[in-house]
């Protein structure tokens, strides 16, 4: 969600970004994950005409999208203080 | 270039998810070979020296069909459809509705088995069962015992007979009596066809759900 932020991507586009990370290993399985997100009203999906190939669509974030996102955000950095906290608590003992 | 097989691979891994998400509703399984064709249309445009591997590499990044499949029906709440198969329920029903008519078209509205038409036609034909028959044979034999054959007789008073007319067996009492065994015949063979009827409907409906599937 959070790389679909700035511009609507097509799914194609998002696959890219996240295999750069090495976080997705099939690559279909992010296709079910967008229409739940969509089913779920996070995100809104227009198709558009592509210049070499066929129509694409494109996954946009709604209002109620970007307050999820930044939601999760909060959770995540407190989430992950906790866990970088105990690591350090870890290594120190 | 195009791959040689390219049409042949791709058309079969769609067809693998088609088969997997047999029993999803037809928009989201129409979703989501609507995204596979998509991206590997996508996946393609980027190569320009397609080979077969080139293909097989974009399905396998893909995912197994079965995972992908897995995967949609989690995400979107979609339940493993078991089929089902006609069991207790409608054997009883069709014995019930010969012999306790009744209980046996109970039975058949309470089944999923059969179409409505199917149990309008069940209930309706077998008209009561072999209770109802019965009930309706004794009416009609009641209606009949004033046919037949009967004679005028005409006696004097000593008990001589005088006359004797018998309207006896002309050619409208034996059609009568032909008309009405057949109608017998056909009261009591009714239930059976109609059972016969509704079992094969059941089967037929299930094998058309099967091969839909």
């Known amino acids: 969600m959070a790389l679909m932020q700035q511009t609507p991507r097509y799914a194609f586009d998002l696959i890219d970004a996240l295999a750069k990370t090495g976080m997705l290993t099939t690559e279909g399985t992010l296709y079910p994950l967008l229409s739940r997100l969509r089913r779920d009203g996070l995100v809104k999906t227009e198709w558009r005409e592509s210049a070499d190939g066929p129509p694409r669509r494109y996954y946009e974030l709604t209002a109620e999208g970007r307050r999820a996102l930044t939601g999760f955000k909060s959770e995540w950095t407190t989430f992950r203080g906790a866990v970088d906290a105990i690591l350090q608590e870890a290594k120190k003992s | 270039m195009t791959a040689p097989h390219a049409d042949q691979l791709i058309d079969g891994y769609l067809a693998r998810i088609c088969a997997a ?157 032909v008309a009405q065994t057949a109608l017998v015949i056909v009261l009591f063979l009714l239930p059976v066809l109609t059972a016969a009827y509704l079992a094969i409907r059941l089967r037929r409906w299930h094998r058309l759900e099967t091969i839909a599937a």
């Open chain 2, 21 to 177: 998400a047999h029993d999803f509703p037809a928009a989201a399984r129409d979703e989501l070979l609507d995204d596979m064709r998509s991206h590997i249309a996508d996946a393609r445009a980027r190569d320009s020296q397609e080979t077969d591997a080139t293909i097989l590499n974009i399905l396998d990044r893909l995912g197994e069909p079965a995972v992908l499949v897995a995967e949609a029906r989690e995400r979107l709440g979609i339940k493993t459809q078991q089929p089902e198969r006609p069991g207790l329920l409608e054997i009883a029903a069709l014995v019930l509705l010969l012999f306790l008519w009744p209980a046996g078209v109970v039975l058949l509205w309470l089944s999923s088995q059969w179409k409505t038409r199917d149990k309008i036609i069940g209930s309706v034909f077998s008209l009561g069962g072999y209770p109802g028959i019965s009930l309706i044979g004794l009416v009609l034999a009641g209606a009949g015992a004033g046919h037949g054959s009967r004679c005028i007789t005409v006696r004097n008073a000593a008990g001589d007979v005088l006359q004797s007319s018998c309207s006896g067996t002309s050619v409208l009492d034996i059609i009568g009596s």
